[in-house]
């Protein structure tokens, strides 16, 4: 299983970007997409995610309200909308996928066996 970041950029405060996780090589019917991403010094942090199957969705209480995550099917990609993008923002944004992982471990990076390469957003002030 591959999965291809791509969408990252630099954008004023207030701005919008839309990311996007391209995957393939998956055969299993139970696929959970995550994006994480990471600030400079701090640790890999949970953005949101989605069941593939189901469509559930889950974001963290950092960006809900700002940010979507949704799938589009004919192009196998898992997007992230970030709209009102704040300086904090600024980070690597990986996605990550997993045939196995749990609803319950959804938020753990450590539960995902796919990673992508990630792609830097720069939010500016």
């Known amino acids: 299983v591959q999965l291809q970041a791509s969408g990252g950029g630099l954008v004023q405060a207030g701005g919008s970007l839309r990311l996007s996780c391209v995957t393939s090589g998956r055969t299993g019917m139970r696929y959970i997409v995550a994006w994480f991403r990471q600030a400079p010094g701090k640790e890999r942090e949970f953005v949101a995610c989605?069941?593939?199957?189901?469509?559930?969705?889950l974001h963290s209480e950092s960006v809900k309200g700002r940010f979507t995550i949704s799938k589009d099917r004919a192009r196998k990609s898992v997007d992230l909308q970030m709209n009102s993008l704040k300086p904090e923002d600024t980070a690597i944004y990986y996605c990550?996928?997993?045939?196995?992982?749990?609803?319950?471990?959804?938020?753990?990076?450590?539960?995902?066996?796919?990673w992508g390469q990630g792609t830097l957003v720069t939010v500016s002030s």
């Open positions: 990550a996928g997993s045939e196995t992982v749990t609803w319950s471990a959804r938020a753990t990076p450590h539960a995902y066996g796919y």
């Open positions: 989605m069941d593939w199957s189901s469509g559930r969705t």
